[in-house]
């Protein structure tokens, strides 16, 4: 079988190869000598070992690895870069509510999350990690492009209609964009972010030969910093570039949208030129199918699903399920989380952004406050890992994966009852103002920036909220690592991605609950609190048979060994 699938995988990659190699070339080029000078097919095992073994080295990481860090930068740049001024562009050009812009950003943001699946099949089944990563970040590239050219007013295909500005004594000509056109944008984008999203950070891994832990281990490190790295800088620069006026527009959308596209051509570039030098590990096949056979027959067959598939391949799979009741209750920390980006920016628009600095006047703008996230992960990391969690172990707390699970998404929790407790203050400000100023009728929404509350005003908040994530997601990424049996890693990898696409799901539905940020803020707080109770109920059933089946697995003795369910505390 598994020979079948690498023959099967082999032609298929052989005809992506074609593709990518037609689509770029004149029609005089012989495709096969560029695809065989250009490295474009995978590798047979014994190949990837030579490669691994072979390849220049740099500090003692192969070269391929300063290419993949920087392709990773890129990338996350052009996606931040984007994603931060989405809702502000949703609301403030295209017209759309607060309760629309935050239903479509989070279907986008569900989409990026649900598409790692059909990455990684396409990867493991089919063409392999590095076909699968240029071909769909070609797609990704034309949402990039389409985004920022339906912002350009002078194409009349994209624009709705056309309001005049004057601000300052100049006179602006500002254009509405069709609805249309973004969103059909942002759904390739989606298809080529999240597909591509499981299948970088492993190709990475793949350079090294299984001995290189070491080195392996701080390859991740690099790499989650150059995640950060690149959505810290987007984050603080598309905001300022869609306030500058351009193209006889108060805004520029086009330049805000287009720098992100030209760091996705910059990513493609540096993923590409090191083709030749990478180890491409063939497809080995998914384990899906073999999943979905035997959970059929451990519930709906006639026979002993031992029997039929094997102890290994029943034994794996009661322990993917076991993994994933854990992430059962995780779609409502992710519904929190993403709406840093929707309701916390659309909170953040109503404040007063103004700040002397050095002598100087500036203005924070609301979508520059999720640049805090990346600043404090960064800052963070490092105390956790020395001095919170070695408390935590002094004063008695837990600091299994589980139990950290819990704690971050009950501390999740409380920066959203820190966000409702400033929307409430927010509103006590306009009525107090109302109430000096008998003539005055504001609401939250017309009453005057200069005289809200400050902006920076939600940095406890965020900072909160961080220490969930890194509590949460962070550990979320262990535990899926650790406890999953080892020929289903990245199926729990992907699978654990489709937690924040259920997460933005969930947002959409019980957004519709109220139209009151107060009431919203406060009812996400008690949803995820909620959602910290199950988990621990989960984790209290299943924490004894997950750690039997890891210890087992650890030394060797999984085979024939009979794990039974048992309570065990969190």
Avoid at 28 to 47: C, K, L
Avoid at 174 to 184: A, E, H, Q, S
């Amino acid at each position: 079988a598994v020979v079948s699938t690498q023959s099967t995988g082999t032609q298929l990659n052989t005809r992506a190869a074609h593709f990518v190699v037609s689509s770029l070339a004149p029609p005089s080029v012989n495709f096969e000598s560029v695809i065989a000078t250009m490295g474009f097919t995978n590798d047979s095992i014994e190949e990837v070992e030579q490669k691994r073994s072979t390849v220049h080295r740099v500090l003692g990481y192969p070269i391929t690895i300063p290419f993949i860090i920087s392709n990773e930068f890129c990338e996350r740049f052009s996606y931040y870069g984007m994603r931060t001024i989405l809702t502000i562009y949703f609301v403030e050009k295209i017209g759309m509510t607060d309760a629309e812009a935050t239903d479509w950003f989070h279907e986008y943001a569900m989409l990026c999350y649900a598409t790692p699946i059909i990455g990684a099949l396409i990867a493991d089944i089919f063409i392999g990690k590095f076909l699968t990563i240029l071909i769909l970040s070609m797609v990704y590239l034309f949402g990039n492009f389409l985004m920022s050219i339906s912002s350009v007013g002078s194409i009349g295909m994209f624009q709705e209609a056309v309001e005049t500005e004057v601000v300052k004594s100049e006179t602006f000509m500002n254009y509405i964009p069709k609805v249309w056109g973004p969103i059909v944008a942002l759904h390739f984008i989606a298809l080529g972010t999240g597909g591509i999203k499981p299948c970088v950070s492993s190709f990475g891994g793949d350079q090294f030969h299984a001995s290189e832990t070491d080195r392996m281990q701080r390859y991740f490190s690099m790499f989650y910093f150059s995640v950060n790295a690149g959505s810290m800088v987007a984050t603080l620069l598309t905001p300022e570039l869609r306030q500058m006026s351009c193209m006889g527009e108060s805004t520029c959308y086009p330049a805000a949208f287009g720098v992100p596209a030209a760091f996705m051509i910059l990513a493609i570039m540096a993923f590409f030129f090191a083709s030749k030098w990478y180890a491409k590990v063939p497809p080995q096949g998914n384990p899906v199918v073999d999943v979905a056979k035997v959970t059929f027959s451990m519930f709906f067959g006639d026979k002993d699903p031992i029997e039929l598939h094997g102890e290994k391949k029943y034994k794996e799979t009661r322990q993917l399920w076991r993994v994933l009741a854990v992430f059962i209750p995780l779609p409502f920390f992710w519904a929190l989380f993403d709406q840093q980006s929707s309701r916390w920016v659309l909170q953040a628009r109503l404040m007063n952004g103004n700040l002397t600095m050095f002598g100087g006047q500036f203005e924070v703008k609301p979508d520059q406050m999720q640049a805090l996230n990346p600043i404090f992960i960064l800052a963070l990391i490092p105390v956790f890992e020395s001095v919170v969690y070695p408390l935590m172990k002094k004063v008695g707390l837990p600091t299994s994966p589980t139990f950290r699970i819990i704690l971050g998404m009950t501390i999740t929790a409380c920066s959203f009852v820190i966000c409702g407790f400033l929307q409430i203050a927010m509103e006590g400000k306009v009525s107090s103002w109302n109430d000096a100023h008998p003539g005055d009728n504001f609401t939250i929404d017309n009453f005057p920036k200069n005289e809200q509350i400050h902006i920076l005003t939600q940095i406890p908040m965020i900072f909160v909220i961080t220490c969930g994530e890194i509590l949460t997601s962070i550990t979320v990424l262990e535990f899926a690592y650790s406890y999953a049996p080892p020929s289903m890693k990245s199926v729990c990898q992907s699978l654990s991605l489709l937690t924040t696409a259920v997460g933005n799901l969930v947002v959409i539905i019980f957004s519709k609950v109220t139209d009151k940020p107060t009431y919203l803020f406060f009812m996400w707080a008690a949803i995820v609190l909620l959602a910290a109770v199950l988990q621990g109920f989960i984790c209290k059933k299943i924490q004894g048979p997950l750690d039997e089946y890891r210890l087992k697995e650890l030394e060797g003795k999984n085979d024939g060994v009979e794990l039974k369910e048992k309570d065990s505390a969190v």
